[in-house]
């Protein structure tokens, strides 16, 4: 049984930070290319940063390059997502999802609960 388990949101206030975590399980973690994605209410889900099988290639929406980092340890089966210089507009149900390369965010399986961040100005 395939399962993405996204942890780590919270309530923050602006400026603030946070570390999302996702825990794969089910298959080989080390394999795949993994991004976060997110949707605020009334909104589409959409794409937030990708991170290649190896870690190597990284690629970041432009509403969050500069302040979210995406990172990954294979041998826990885990990506990461540090979320600095949180604005009001970061505020989402933030999920994981294993994507079709780190340069291609479209996602491959089916979504996991998510994690609701919250950003309070």
């Known amino acids: 049984q395939v399962q993405l388990v996204e942890s780590g949101g919270g309530l923050v206030q602006a400026g603030g930070s946070l570390r999302l975590s996702c825990v794969v399980s089910?298959?080989?973690?080390?394999?795949?290319?993994m991004g976060w994605f997110r949707q605020a209410p009334g909104k589409e889900r959409e794409f937030v940063a990708t991170?290649?099988?190896?870690?190597?290639?990284?690629y970041f929406s432009d509403s969050v390059k500069g302040r979210f980092t995406i990172s990954r340890d294979n041998a826990k089966n885990t990506v990461y997502l540090q979320m600095n210089s949180l604005k009001t507009e970061d505020t989402a149900v933030y999920y994981c999802?294993?994507?079709?390369?780190?340069?291609?965010?479209?996602?491959?399986?089916?979504w996991g609960q998510g994690t609701q961040v919250t950003v309070s100005s």
């Open positions: 999802n294993v994507v079709q390369s780190s340069a291609n965010p479209t996602p491959r399986w089916s």
């Open positions: 089910g298959r080989t973690f080390s394999a795949y290319s």
């Open positions: 991170i290649s099988w190896t870690g190597g290639s990284t």
